[in-house]
């Protein structure tokens, strides 16, 4: 990530920057001098392949993005972590259509447990709590960027795709132009990132 920020504020072409990387590997002893010429051969050759480095406004938004991902995870993590609980005390849940909205809490809060199990229960909704704000707080800034960006609001318009999803959408792919071909875009992985 060093690099990328040195490429930040550096104005240089890409071959530079490439030049850089080589001289960083190779006096960092990553790969011995006889393999610095292997790699300035398949440099001048055009066998390396180009990593896309996005711009910094791009680079935040998926930082964004990928962090209120990181927190649902762990969101539902610790829900699961209550289910198993529950689960292994052998305690009913009551037919509710969320067992963690208003009146699902409510029941968590009164359930019966030893004392041990209890402070985990216990421990684990105070989790949920502070996840759920801090979430909430990230899904505002996302839905603010939103509201700004005209891509994400063509996005919008399509049925099914909201805030979240469009700006997942553009941090990820950023500009449709980099793909020389339709071919190129379908065939993309979204987890080669």
């Known amino acids: 990530m060093l690099l ?3 490429y930040r504020w550096m104005p240089c072409q890409l071959f530079e920057f490439t030049v850089l990387v080589i001289d960083i590997v190779v006096s960092a002893g990553i790969c011995e001098d006889g393999q ?3 790699l300035a051969q398949l440099l001048r050759m055009d066998y390396l392949p180009e990593s896309y480095v996005p711009e910094g406004e791009i680079r935040d938004l998926r930082t964004i993005v990928r962090h209120r991902a990181s927190l649902v995870r762990l969101r539902t993590s610790i829900k699961n972590r209550v289910h198993a609980l529950l689960t292994r005390e052998g305690i009913q849940l009551p037919k509710l259509s969320d067992i963690f909205g208003k009146r699902g809490m409510e ?3 009164g359930v019966k447990l030893q004392q041990q199990r ?3 229960l216990d421990d684990y909704l105070r989790v949920l709590e502070v996840l759920n704000c801090v979430i909430k707080g990230v899904e505002e800034t996302l839905e603010e960027k ?8 063509w996005l919008m ?3 099914g795709i909201g ?3 469009a700006l997942l959408i553009l941090s990820e792919l950023e500009e449709i132009g980099r793909f020389k071909r339709p071919e190129s875009f379908v065939c993309w992985d979204w987890h080669q990132r």
């Not at 939103?146 to 994400?152: C, I, L, Q, R, Y």
């Open 163 to 165: 805030f979240h999803n």
């Open 157 to 159: 318009s399509v049925p």
């Open 107 to 109: 029941f968590l809060k």
């Open 36 to 38: 610095s010429g292997l």
């Open 118 to 120: 209890r402070t985990v």
């Open 4 to 6: 990328l920020e040195y």
């Open 146 to 153: 939103a509201g700004v960006k005209e891509e994400a609001k």
